[in-house]
T-cell receptor, first 115, second 114 residues
Framework: AQSVSQHNHHVILSEAASLELGCNYS??????LFWYVQYPGQHLQLLLK??????LVKGIKGFEAEFIKSKFSFNLRKPSVQWSDTAEYFC?????????????FGAGTRLFVKA | SQTIHQWPATLVQPVGSPLSLECTVE??????LYWYRQAAGRGLQLLFY??????ISSEVPQNLSASRPQDRQFILSSKKLLLSDSGFYLC?????????????FGPGTRLTVL
């Protein structure tokens, strides 16, 4: 069955530290890849997405992600985190299939940034 | 621009009572609609999805059902709630374009069954 794995469930960083959150998926073929973020008390928001083209994708708030097809990975990065980046981050994957798209989500990574 | 609404925002219901959660989307037509349940540390579990009016696909057998009476309205229901139905329910919409599809989420409903 298709699955999405996020390597870290909890990450604690100090402000200005660099961030990398791992994401691996088990889909074969052409996929669409996403990172969503959920800030405390807020709804799930799209951070960035990859459909095709340049495997390095830039999103909002200085985040970027790199699609490495050979590794089935789509890791999220930010060179210098801020306290306001404290949130839960979800990796997600979908692809076209009969009856539409089914998006599979990872279990999420809770990031806490210390001021 | 498109917006998605869910209500109620929070709900406390006794075991055995019925449930109706509503989701509506504005600013788009013929969207794909989804119901998810979010559990702490377990990500999002897809419950139902719909590609059109009256077309519902269920992903997991459970105590819940879904209906789509109008193009931009998606309802999650139960005839008799169980304790295990407690959770955070998210509605999402998307419009597929070729091989791409991006989902956008509503604010969610926090359901507590006592």
């Amino acid at each position: 069955a298709q699955s999405v794995s996020q390597h870290n469930h909890h990450v604690i960083l100090s402000e200005a530290a660099s961030l990398e959150l791992g994401c691996n998926y088990s889909y074969g073929g052409t996929v669409n890849l996403f990172w969503y973020v959920q800030y405390p008390g807020q709804h799930l928001q799209l951070l960035l997405k990859y459909f095709s083209g340049d495997p390095l994708v830039k999103g909002i708030k200085g985040f970027e992600a790199e699609f490495i097809k050979s590794k089935f990975s789509f890791n999220l990065r930010k060179p210098s985190v801020q306290w306001s980046d404290t949130a839960e981050y979800f990796c997600a994957v979908n692809r076209a299939g009969t009856g539409g798209f089914k998006t599979i989500f990872g279990a999420g990574t809770r990031l806490f940034v210390k001021a | 621009s498109q917006t998605i609404h869910q209500w109620p925002a929070t709900l406390v219901q006794p075991v055995g009572s019925p449930l109706s959660l509503e989701c509506t989307v504005e600013g788009t037509s013929n969207p794909n609609l989804y119901w998810y349940r979010q559990a702490a540390g377990r990500g999002l579990q897809l419950l139902f999805y719909s590609v059109g009016i009256g077309q519902i696909s269920s992903e997991v057998p459970q105590n819940l059902s879904a209906s789509r009476p109008q193009d931009r309205q998606f309802i999650l229901s139960s005839k008799k709630l169980l304790l295990s139905d407690s959770g955070f329910y998210l509605c999402a919409w998307s419009v597929s374009r070729g091989n791409t599809d991006t989902q956008y989420f509503g604010p969610g409903t926090r359901l507590t069954v006592l």
